[in-house]
C-alpha cells in the first residue's frame, strides 16, 4: 500500500473530438493514497470529479438481523479514522487537491451519509467551493433497522458544488428533462442499491462493502459531464465511475489504494462496452444548441441568392440577397426576422418560421432548411 503505482485500465475508445491533455493519465488507475496522486496531476485539468470518500461510520459495535446472522456492515480500515478532528483534516486536505486539478469551469460531486456528509459540506464550502444542490439518492430497497430503535436509514446525500459562486459549470438540464419523462429533474432521485449481476462478488462473498449503483452515476455524469470530458475519482473502489464513463464515452482518472479493488475494477471496466458515439448525443437546451445563421444557408446554396421568400398566405414577397439579408416592398432590406417584423408592423417575428421557399408544388417553411443543415452537419 501507499506505492505510487500507475495500473493501466482498458482504454475508453476516444470517440470524440475533444482533446483531452496529453499529459493525463486517461483511463488508467493510480495506486496510492488520493492526496499524493492528485498532487501528480496538472492543475486545471478534469472537467468532473466524482468522490465517494471514507465515511467514518460511526456504527458502535456489530450489527445483527432478527435471526442472529451478521450484518455486512463497513468495518474496514480504510474507512477509519481516530477522531473527528482526523477526518476533517484528511476531507480538507483531498478537497483543496480536488480544487486545484478542477477546471474553472468543473464541477465536484461528493457522496456520503449522516455520518460525514455535513462535515464534508462544511469543507466544501470552507474550501470555496460553491454548493449548487444536494441529492437525495432514495434508496429503492435500504437495509431495515433491525433493532427498531431508529428510522430506516433509507438514503444517501450528494452535494454537487461549483468552483465558486460566479464559476460556470456543466449542466445538460435538457438531458435531465428528457430523462425523467419531460419533468425537470428533481434533487430526490429514486434508486436501487447496487445488487443482482452488477454486484461483484468472489467466492460468495462481495469484493466492495460500498459499491455504488451504476445508475447513479449515469445520471451524474449525463448530468454534468460531456463526451471526451476527462472524470476523476479518488475513491475509485470497484470503479464504478470508470465502467460508466467508459460507456458513456468520457475519459476517467481513478485513483486506489487497495490492490484487490483495483484488480476488480480493471476486469469490470474490460467487460464495460462503449455506447455507439451517436448513442452518446443528448437533448441540448436551445441555447447550446449549434446555433446556424440563415446566412450559411445561403452560403453554402442551400437556399440560393435571388430565392423569393414568403409567408403563408403569400401576402407578401421577399428576395434573398448574398448576404443573406431581404429585400421587400416597401420595406428597409434586413435580415429575415428585422423585416418578417417590419410587414407586420409587430415588434419582433421569427423569422424562421414565418418564411417560405414556393416550390411550385408547396411552400417549405425556411426552419426545416435549417434542419436539413443541422443534421447534415451537426457533430
Ligand atoms: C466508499 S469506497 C468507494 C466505492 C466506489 N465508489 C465503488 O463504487 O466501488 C472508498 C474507497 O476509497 C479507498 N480509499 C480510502 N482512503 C483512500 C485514500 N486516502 N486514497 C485512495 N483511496 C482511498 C478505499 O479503499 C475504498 O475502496
Redesign the pocket.
Known amino acids: 500500500m501507499g506505492v505510487m503505482e500507475r495500473v493501466k485500465a482498458p482504454a475508453a475508445k476516444q470517440r470524440t473530438p475533444k482533446a483531452a491533455p496529453l499529459d493525463l493519465p486517461l483511463d488508467t488507475i493510480l495506486q496510492?493514497?488520493?492526496?499524493a496522486?492528485m498532487r501528480s496531476l496538472p492543475a486545471a485539468s478534469v472537467a468532473m470529479i466524482f468522490a465517494?470518500?471514507?465515511?467514518n461510520l460511526q456504527l458502535g459495535g456489530d450489527l445483527h438481523r432478527p435471526d442472529g446472522s451478521q450484518v455486512d456492515a463497513v468495518d474496514?480500515d480504510?474507512?477509519k479514522f481516530d477522531s473527528l478532528a482526523a477526518y476533517d483534516r484528511?476531507t480538507h486536505a483531498?478537497l483543496k487537491e480536488a480544487k486545484r486539478i478542477l477546471k474553472p469551469n468543473g464541477s465536484i460531486w461528493v457522496i456520503g451519509s449522516y455520518h460525514n456528509i455535513f462535515r464534508v459540506g462544511t469543507a466544501l464550502q470552507d474550501n470555496g467551493y460553491w454548493i449548487l444542490n444536494d441529492i437525495v439518492w432514495r434508496k429503492a430497497n435500504p437495509m431495515p433497522n433491525f433493532k427498531g430503535t431508529r428510522f430506516t436509514n433509507a438514503h444517501e446525500t450528494l452535494i454537487w458544488a461549483s468552483m465558486g459562486e460566479k464559476s460556470r459549470y456543466t449542466f445538460n438540464y435538457r438531458a435531465m428533462k428528457t430523462l425523467n419523462d419531460e419533468l425537470q429533474m428533481r434533487s430526490d432521485w429514486l434508486i436501487p442499491i447496487?445488487g443482482g449481476q452488477e454486484r461483484l462478488k468472489k467466492g460468495g462473498t462481495k469484493v466492495?462493502p460500498?459499491?455504488?449503483p451504476e445508475a447513479l452515476l449515469y445520471r451524474i455524469l449525463l448530468a454534468c459531464s460531456n463526451p471526451g470530458d476527462v472524470i476523476l475519482?479518488?475513491?475509485?473502489?470497484?470503479?464504478?465511475?470508470g465502467a460508466v464513463a467508459k460507456r458513456l464515452g468520457r475519459r476517467f482518472i481513478g485513483?486506489?489504494?487497495?490492490d484487490g479493488?483495483i484488480e476488480a475494477?480493471k476486469e469490470r471496466i474490460e467487460m464495460a462496452l462503449p455506447l455507439d458515439e451517436s448513442t452518446v448525443r443528448t437533448m441540448m437546451a436551445p441555447k447550446a444548441a449549434t446555433r446556424v445563421a440563415f446566412g450559411t444557408l445561403v452560403e453554402c446554396g442551400m437556399i440560393a441568392p435571388g430565392t423569393t421568400l414568403t409567408d403563408t398566405k403569400r401576402r407578401w414577397k421577399a428576395m434573398v440577397r448574398v448576404d443573406g439579408s431581404l429585400e421587400c416592398e416597401g420595406q428597409p432590406a434586413g435580415s429575415i426576422h428585422k423585416v418578417g417584423a417590419g410587414v407586420q408592423g409587430a415588434p419582433s417575428c421569427n423569422g424562421w418560421t414565418f418564411w417560405h421557399v414556393d416550390t411550385g408544388k408547396e411552400l417549405r417553411v425556411i426552419d426545416t432548411v435549417r434542419q436539413d443543415w443541422l443534421l447534415a452537419n451537426e457533430a
Do not use: L, S
Open positions: 496510492g493514497d488520493c492526496i496522486m465517494d470518500p471514507p465515511y474496514d480504510w474507512d484528511f483531498w447496487c466492495h460500498t459499491q455504488k475519482d479518488p475513491f475509485f473502489g470497484t470503479g464504478t465511475t485513483i486506489e489504494r487497495e479493488y475494477a
